[in-house]
């Protein structure tokens, strides 16, 4: 009688326990590997790479973490993402965001659930996984261009009075453009940066420093937005970071803080991502067609492949546009007769060709989407982290850009 009574405790007992831990705030979970750094981690998660995060990640894994956020090979470590049952999601988000925002913050966590499980992460069915960050005080009115960003429309989003939001930010340094020629007055440029807000890109390591395709690639692309000034160009710049300019550091801290023009959030969803982009340069384009004669839009990008493969600056056009095609025939060619001058006997094997991209296929200016190497090749990276090399690949294709339009006015 003793043995069943105890054994009906112990039964009580377990049952309880359980019931008092789906009662906790529970945490998405991963085991360190060798080499892994916290800074990647958050940003494979999609985690706001900030002071406030890792505080946050140091107080669920007290003890488990050495100086500097090291951490140690096959320790479990909780992230500041919680994980809550479907249908208690409502409830556990009631008293932390006002009635009217929680349908958006409901299709936010949607997306980003289904982008973890699209990465690989192991979801538990049937729950959703929250960023500590979406119910944080500065997230939890959800700004109205998030409210824009589910249903991927951009037409009636109303941007923040931020001028730095509508004109290329260069940094103090090199914030003034003085205008040296007029050969570009008549043209628009829609410059696309790969990447950025939630998605770093392609990344690699150089001496044991991370390489994020989307701070490069920002880099390079607010110098040539800054060359096509100086020579008269109009230029919106799709991707914005209000806080970097110009750097000639040699390692990029990354950051997540990048919007699209006007301030509208870039979307986790990567189709969605996409589909926003493309909407808001046909926009700009459609209000500029009639205005200037050449309207151009270029999208940068670094590759990656295999440690072993360096490949020089490539191109992608339209299939359907002559323009297209020929606008990177144009910069191909300058490339080449660039390094043969600076650095003879070189070679360039860079290559033009067409490709399925979803940004070729539903932009509706000419594009070009240019691939500037490989981000994980020790020799191309070289070509990134000397700020001399993202100059001159800017200016490069400043003048490639150029050469294109004076071939324009010499058919005449």
């Known amino acids: 009688m003793k043995i069943k009574t105890l054994s009906i405790l112990i039964l009580i007992l377990v049952n309880f326990q359980f019931v008092f831990s789906l009662s906790q705030d529970s945490y998405l979970s991963f085991k360190a590997k060798k080499g892994d750094k916290l800074d990647k981690i958050l940003r494979f998660y999609h985690l706001p790479v900030t002071k406030d995060t890792k505080q946050k990640f140091a107080e669920l894994n007290k003890k488990k973490i050495e100086e500097d956020f090291q951490l140690l090979y096959g320790v ?24 009217e925002d929680l349908k958006v913050l409901k299709q936010r966590i949607l997306n980003y659930t289904k982008l973890l499980r699209k990465q690989g992460v192991a979801v538990p069915k049937s729950t959703f996984l929250i960023p500590y960050n979406y119910l944080s005080a500065q997230v939890q009115t959800v700004p109205k261009e998030e409210k824009k960003e589910v249903v991927s429309k951009v037409e009636n989003v109303k941007s923040k009075e931020n001028f730095k939001l509508f004109k290329p930010y260069y940094g103090k340094k090199y914030q003034k453009v003085k205008v040296k020629s007029r050969i570009l007055k008549n043209c628009a440029f829609y410059l696309v940066s790969g990447h950025g807000g939630p998605d770093p890109g392609a990344i690699g390591y150089f001496e044991g420093k991370e390489l994020d395709e989307d701070e490069y690639a920002y880099d390079i ?26 750097r000639d550091d040699k390692f990029l801290e990354t950051s997540n803080r990048e919007v699209f023009y006007g301030g509208v959030t870039i979307p986790l969803n990567q189709k969605e991502r996409l589909q926003t982009c493309a909407d808001i340069v046909n926009k700009l384009y459609k209000s500029n067609r009639n205005k200037k004669k050449h309207n151009i839009s270029i999208n940068i990008h670094l590759d990656s492949r295999s ?3 360096k490949v020089d600056v490539f191109f992608y056009y339209q299939e359907q546009s002559p323009t297209s095609k020929q606008i990177a025939i144009t910069l191909q060619k300058t490339l080449e007769e660039q390094y043969e001058k600076h650095q003879p006997g070189r070679g360039y094997s860079g290559t033009v060709e067409t490709r399925n991209l979803f940004m070729l296929k539903n932009s509706l200016p000419p594009t070009v989407y240019i691939e500037l190497g490989n981000i994980r090749n020790r020799s191309n990276q070289y070509r990134f982290i000397d700020n001399t090399n993202r100059e001159a690949l800017a200016k490069w294709l400043c003048l490639g850009l150029i050469n294109f339009i004076k071939d324009q006015q010499n058919k005449k």
């Open 221 to 246: 692309t607010l110098r040539l937005a800054r060359h096509l000034e100086e020579n008269g160009a109009t230029v919106y710049m799709i991707t914005i970071d209000t806080v970097d300019g110009i």
């Open 307 to 309: 440690e072993t493969e």
């Open 76 to 99: 479990k470590y909780f992230l500041p993402i919680y994980i809550v049952e479907s249908q208690n999601l409502t409830k556990f988000l009631k008293d932390k965001v006002p009635n």
